[in-house]
T-cell receptor, first 111, second 117 residues
Framework: GDSVTQMEGPVTLSEEAFLTINCTYT??????LFWYVQYPGEGLQLLLK?????DKGSNKGFEATYRKETTSFHLEKGSVQVSDSAVYFC??????????FGRGTQLTVWP | SAVISQKPSRDICQRGTSLTIQCQVD?????MFWYRQQPGQSLTLIAT?????????ESGFVIDKFPISRPNLTFSTLTVSNMSPEDSSIYLC??????????????FGPGTRLTVL
């Protein structure tokens, strides 16, 4: 079935470091792809999305590009902040609106 | 985007009892879903809540254990029945297909943290 595979964590970075969290998908078609973020004690917030190949989603300095040739949707940020510390989930959208999630990557940013 | 609230935000329950979680959306939406997030794990879809008909359950989840209602386009409930400690999780409601949004983007409530003793 459809699935996403996400880089295992935890990831620990210093403030202003470059961030990459890898995500690859397996799907029979071309799903919409999403990154969600979960701050401590909170629900999931949509961070960004892309609906077709070569689309780039961006928000709050985060970016991810839908790469059909490598079936990837890697999350990047050029300079992380302490406030970016959270769990990041990659997700793909299947038929009938269902989402399938990766295992999540815990990011901790130190000042 | 849709704003989603859930009640209760957390609860501690005794084994063998049931808990009903409410999910309220601030606008009419086409689709509503219920997920479970076990401690330190990813999200697993329990079911799609269908307005005016029975919910559609994912493999491994059954109606007797997780009855779901969706009486209208803004509200749904999930009941966790005959609870055991293995049901201790965060339960999240999500919605998609609001007037301003597309059906492929889901927005999530803050979750209900359930502990079963």
């Amino acid at each position: 079935g459809d699935s996403v595979t996400q880089m295992e964590g935890p990831v620990t970075l210093s403030e202003e470091a470059f961030l990459t969290i890898n995500c690859t998908y397996t799907a029979t078609g071309y799903p919409s792809l999403f990154w969600y973020v979960q701050y401590p004690g909170e629900g999931l917030q949509l961070l960004l999305k892309a609906t077709k190949a070569d689309d780039k989603g961006s928000n709050k300095g985060f970016e991810a590009t839908y790469r059909k040739e490598t079936t990837s949707f890697h999350l990047e940020k050029g300079s992380v902040q302490v406030s970016d510390s959270a769990v990041y989930f990659c997700a793909g959208g299947s038929t009938l609106g269902r989402l399938y999630f990766g295992r999540g990557t815990q990011l901790t940013v130190w000042p | 985007s849709a704003v989603i609230s859930q009640k209760p935000s957390r609860d501690i329950c005794q084994r063998g009892t049931s808990l009903t979680i409410q999910c309220q959306v601030d606008s009419q939406v086409t689709m509503m879903f219920w997920y479970r997030q076990q401690p330190g794990q990813s999200l697993t879809l329990i079911a799609t809540a269908n307005q005016g008909s029975e919910a559609t359950y994912e493999s491994g989840f059954v109606i007797d254990k997780f009855p779901i209602s969706r009486p209208n386009l803004t509200f749904s409930t999930l009941t966790v029945s005959n609870m055991s400690p293995e049901d201790s999780s965060i339960y999240l409601c999500s919605a998609a297909g609001s007037r301003q949004g597309s059906t492929d983007t889901q927005y999530f409530g803050p979750g209900t943290r359930l502990t079963v003793l």
